[in-house]
Structure formats: structure tokens, C-alpha cells
């Protein structure tokens, strides 16, 4: 289609061109919205003026007290959608990033569209209803009773990538902004910090960083475009990386699995058919997993990142299909009509799970599970480590241990979990527990130095086996399967990978239950240090001929399918299970300006090890 010089909107009476909307739908319109011949503008302060109880649109000077521009001279506004008659202090902020990238549209066409779809139910459908997806644990709630309790705020924080794009000026959309840097790159996220950019150097981040930090939401969402799908998903839903015990594991999980079954309803309710426009046979109208399994990579600086390690939001981030450098600046009204579609879906997955979100409870039935406890810590106090930090850069201080991840486990447990030492261990501690996990360094810092004892503990572990008891290796504690004679030393094997994770190629078995089978990430190895440079993140990984001889059974690969990274072993009455990516300790190695975190563990990798200890029960 040829693009004109406005979408158009309709701010203004009548508003027959555009359906009685000031933002019309997308078989009504020509082109995306115009940014600098002040459309965009013009019909926001309409929405604010036609809707003046439910809507309000200031530039975000108002809320940092300073004078605010992109590097290309642009406002940046923000459009927030609340009941302003009902009380502030009872509300939960929610906030949504619309296309910080030029090319990818659906955030901001989708975006606010559905504002003002809110604003038209609350004025004159408050019983209307919204939900946060179809599942057994959904729910829905009156619009009217949602902005009494949520308070939304919705921006574009990349005016400069966006008007590069309006029909005027001629060019297609760009990523970055006028300096051309890339803004979602630009946030200060705990771990590995990327060498080519300093966070919040560009104006739009460092005030952005400022907004945030002052509105606090407690549920956030950044809303981007891709070229492809590795999922074969329209909308492919992505969890952001972070350190989670488990109960924010399972609200992630939650927003994620309902926000897929909600775009579904919209596309069913809207007549949307995936697989009809993308072009993509059998195309999905949402899946959700890890950036990594989504896009193939992950990076420092990610907003959605940040807006979990930083802010301590629940945040859901979003690639939509074909919202891209293709078809760019092209309108192609029914891809437009499934982008929106799918934006509408997860702002109101967002709204209403911000009011869900607190009732969450996770109590896990683990039974009596034990830990090698180690007392090393990863920690700035004996110096920063790794590289030199750039002149200027004050990094921040961290105390890092994987071993947090059991006392949070521990949080969420029926029984709390035992930590073990050569004392407890030498009392008959393994005689009272179920499951006894050694993550990575086997025996921690206790065994030092002391080989005796470490030969009694592992004698004393082959027992427990043994005797019925359920034993989990992970990570380089994977070397104790040779030590007890599983399999030979030599079919062990250290690999580094860009991300902690497994291919799993045996779904049916149980410690891979409940799993989307979109799930490969079992760890985040940015927060925890390891550099994308090059492939650095640690696994182990048992050949699998050794796994077949000692007729053991194996439950996911990792790259090379005779690489077995995930499986289990026999051995008397009892069994052995391994996961060779799961809890790698933190590392200094590399450039960590922000911090490190004590573990990255995914909601697959959350799941699996859960899953690894039910299974000795």
C-alpha cells in the first residue's frame, strides 16, 4: 500500500472515517501512526480531553522535574489510564514500553489503541469485562473495578526511531535513536555488562530510569517486533532474566501461560487467523519461554531485565511477528489488525494480573531434602576481579553464593530444607532425608584440603543411593557419577555454551512434566557473570554411550545429541539424577560493573529441579 501523510486519525468530530474512534482500526486506515506532523500528538490530548476522568497525557519532564527531550529534539510522553476519581494509594502501577525499537510497531499501534478501548468501556461499558486469559487460574474483573485498582502507564521512550519512519520524512524506521544507539541495550542490569555501551548515557534512558524509579510498578512490560519465530508463535511471549526464587517463578510462569491463552481469545473473539497472515502454516497465535529460546541470544542492558532486577516488577516482554525492518514503514492492514490484536491481549494479561498477581501462594511438597552447604562467596570485598572497569565506572559492591538458591527454595517448601555438613553428615543426617542435592562444587568449601573425609562423605552418599535415597547432581558435581563407578571419568565432559540449557527429546518423562515445549533455558548467565563476548557459560554433560551401558536413562541432550545434559541413573534401590546446566557458581571473570546475582535459574530450570526431587519420592 502506499503510505500517505497520516494514518489518519480522527481527533476531532465526526469521526466517521474512522469508525466513531479517534485511533481507527486497522482495515480503516492507510499507513501507521505519524509522529512528527503531531498526529500522535493531536490524538492522545483528544483521548485525554473526550476522557478526561480516565485519561491523562503529560510529557515526562512533569514527572523527573527537568526538561526532557530524545537526542532528535523530541517529547517524550507518557499516557497514563486510571480512575482519577478513585484513591491513589489503593492502586498498582503497571507500566508498558511501547516499540523502543523504530521498525517494531505493534507496541505502539496496538498500544494505544487498547487505551482507548479502556476508556470507552469504563465511560460507557463499566461492567464490560476484562481478563487475563482463558486458563482454569483466570480470571475476570469490570473495567470499571480494574482502573479503581490499577493505575497504567504507557510510552514510547523512541520518538527519534519512530519519525525517521513518517511518510514526510521519507525514510524507513530505525532501531536506534538519532545518535543511533540502540536504547534497549542502555539499562543497568545486574551480571555481565556489555563493553560497547555505558547504561543510561542517552537522555531517553537516564529519564526513563528516572519515571520508573519514581511511579515503582509492580508489574511492567516491554513490547517489541521480530523477523521470525523460532516458536513458530505469532506472539512469542518472553520471560526475562533475573534471579527468582520460587514464588516469583511461579507468577512469571502465570502472566507468561496466561498471556498466551489471552491473545488466543482475542484472535478467536476477532477472527484472527495466525497461520493466514503470517504466511506461516500451523503459526501459533502465542507461546512464551526465555528471550534466548525466543530470539536465539541474550544481552546486557534488556529494559525487561532491568525492570525485574532493578525495580522488582513481575515484567512479560513480547516479540511480535513481522513488526520489523520488514515490512517497516509498508501498512499491511491485516498484519496490523494481528499485531494490535495481540497488544490488546497482553496489556489487559498485564492490568488484571497486577490485581491477581499478590494472591499467588506456593507451598511445594519436596518432602526431606539436604544440600551440601559451601560457604565460598563470590564478593568485591577481595578485590573487583576480572577487567579493569572503564575510567568513570564505580562498580557495585555483591557478595554472591548459588548456595541462596536453596535457602530460597527452603522459603517455599513444606519442610524446610537441611544444609549439610561433614558434621551433620558424620551424626547420620543422610538417614533422615529423601533427596540430597550437591550443586556444581561437589562438597563445597568444607572438604578441602581433606581428602578422608571427602571419600567417607561419598561413601557415605552411595549408601543413602543405595539405600532408596534420591541423589541430584548438578553441574560439575556431575563428576562424583565416576567417582562412584556409574561411568567411566573420561565419557564426562566441560562445555561452554552462550546460555545455560538443554534439548530436551524425551517429553513424556517426568522430570521434564508441566514444561512449555517451548522450554530449552535452565539458567541466565548474564546475571550471574558470564560474558557473551563468546561462549563461556558451563555445562557438563555425560556421553551418551556411558549413559546407555550403565542403562541409564537420558532426558534432554545439549547441542550434540550424545551429549546427554539431562538424565537419571539406577543404583540399588535408590536412583541418580543429573542436570548438567543448573547452578554454576558466579564468576568475576568478566566486566560485572552492576553487581552480580547468586543464581539465574529459569522457570524450566525452577521446574526440572522440582520436578528431579518429587521423582525420588
Not at 480522527?10 to 501512526?33: L, N, Q, Y
Not at 476484562?130 to 474483573?141: C, F, M
Amino acid at each position: 500500500m502506499v503510505p500517505a501523510a497520516g494514518a489518519p486519525t480522527c481527533p476531532e468530530e465526526p469521526r466517521t472515517a474512522c469508525g466513531d474512534r479517534i485511533f481507527p482500526e486497522a482495515d480503516t486506515t492507510v499507513s501507521h501512526i505519524q509522529h512528527d506532523n503531531g498526529e500522535y500528538e493531536t490524538a492522545i490530548k483528544a483521548l485525554a480531553r473526550e476522557f478526561p476522568r480516565y485519561v491523562r497525557v503529560r510529557k515526562i519532564d512533569r514527572y523527573v522535574g527537568r526538561k526532557v527531550t530524545s537526542v532528535g529534539g523530541r517529547p517524550i510522553w507518557i499516557v497514563e489510564v486510571t480512575d482519577f476519581e478513585a484513591p491513589e494509594r489503593n492502586k498498582v502501577p503497571v507500566v508498558v514500553s511501547l516499540s523502543v525499537h523504530g521498525p517494531e510497531r505493534a507496541g505502539i499501534e496496538g498500544g494505544i489503541r487498547y487505551v482507548e478501548d479502556l476508556a470507552r468501556w469504563a465511560a460507557d461499558e463499566p461492567d464490560h469485562i476484562l481478563r487475563n486469559g482463558t486458563e482454569k487460574d483466570s480470571v475476570g474483573i469490570p473495567v470499571s473495578s480494574v482502573l479503581r485498582k490499577v493505575h497504567l502507564y504507557v510510552s514510547n521512550i523512541n520518538p527519534d526511531g519512530w519519525a525517521t519512519g513518517d511518510a514526510a520524512n521519507g525514510g524507513s524506521f530505525t532501531r536506534g535513536n538519532d545518535n543511533g544507539v540502540d536504547l534497549n541495550r542502555e539499562f543497568p542490569t545486574i551480571g555481565w555488562s556489555y563493553p560497547p555501551y555505558t547504561a543510561l548515557s542517552e537522555p531517553e534512558t537516564k529519564n526513563w530510569d528516572r519515571f520508573v524509579r519514581k511511579i515503582k510498578p509492580t508489574v511492567a512490560g516491554d513490547l517489541h517486533g521480530e523477523l521470525t519465530s523460532a516458536n513458530n508463535a505469532f506472539a512469542d511471549i518472553m520471560l526475562p532474566a533475573g534471579q527468582w526464587h520460587p514464588l516469583e517463578q511461579a507468577q512469571e510462569e502465570r502472566a507468561a501461560r496466561h498471556m498466551a491463552s489471552n491473545i488466543a481469545r482475542y484472535f478467536e473473539e476477532q477472527g484472527v487467523e495466525a497461520g493466514t497472515v503470517s504466511g506461516v502454516a500451523d503459526m501459533k497465535p502465542a507461546a512464551y519461554a526465555t528471550g534466548f529460546d525466543v530470539v536465539g541470544y541474550d544481552a546486557a542492558g534488556f529494559m525487561g531485565d532491568y525492570f525485574t532486577e532493578r525495580i522488582g516488577a513481575t515484567d512479560i516482554d513480547v516479540e511480535h511477528f513481522l513488526s520489523h525492518m520488514v515490512p517497516n514503514t509498508t501498512w499491511v492492514a491485516s498484519l496490523e489488525e494481528a499485531h494490535i490484536a495481540a497488544v490488546r491481549a497482553e496489556i489487559e494479561t498485564l492490568m488484571v494480573e497486577a490485581i491477581e498477581l499478590p494472591k499467588v501462594r506456593v507451598r511445594l511438597r519436596l518432602g526431606r531434602v539436604g544440600y551440601f552447604k559451601d560457604r565460598a562467596v563470590v564478593t568485591d570485598r577481595d578485590g573487583y576481579g576480572g577487567p579493569k572497569p572503564p575510567k568513570g565506572v564505580e562498580p557495585e559492591g555483591y557478595r554472591a553464593t548459588r548456595m541462596q538458591y536453596f535457602r530460597d527454595l527452603s522459603r517455599f517448601s513444606g519442610r524446610p530444607l537441611t544444609a549439610l555438613t561433614p558434621r551433620k553428615i558424620r551424626r547420620g543426617a543422610l538417614s533422615r532425608l529423601d533427596t540430597v542435592v550437591l550443586a556444581d562444587k561437589p562438597f563445597g568449601d568444607r572438604y578441602e584440603g581433606r581428602s578422608q573425609a571427602r571419600r567417607r562423605a561419598l561413601f557415605k552418599l552411595e549408601r543413602f543411593v543405595r539405600r532408596g535415597g534420591n541423589l541430584i547432581l548438578t553441574d560439575r558435581a556431575i563428576t562424583l557419577l565416576a567417582k562412584m563407578g556409574v561411568v567411566p571419568r573420561d565419557s564426562i565432559h566441560r562445555r561452554v555454551y552462550t546460555a545455560g540449557h538443554i534439548d530436551i527429546h524425551d517429553w513424556e518423562d517426568p522430570y521434564v512434566k508441566g514444561l512449555p515445549t517451548t522450554a530449552s533455558q535452565t539458567y541466565y548467565e548474564v546475571p550471574i557473570g558470564f560474558s557473551l563476548d563468546s561462549d563461556t557459560s558451563p555445562h557438563w554433560v555425560v556421553n551418551q554411550n556411558a549413559v546407555s551401558k550403565a542403562k541409564g536413562r537420558s532426558v534432554a541432550h545439549v547441542e550434540d545429541e550424545t551429549e546427554i545434559g539431562l538424565g537419571r541413573f539406577r543404583l540399588g534401590r535408590g536412583r541418580i539424577g543429573f542436570i548438567g546446566a543448573l547452578l554454576p557458581q558466579p564468576t568475576e571473570r568478566y566486566d560485572h560493573f552492576y553487581g552480580l546475582a547468586d543464581y539465574g535459574v529459569t522457570v524450566a530450570g525452577g521446574m526440572i529441579l522440582n520436578n528431579m526431587i518429587r521423582r525420588g519420592l
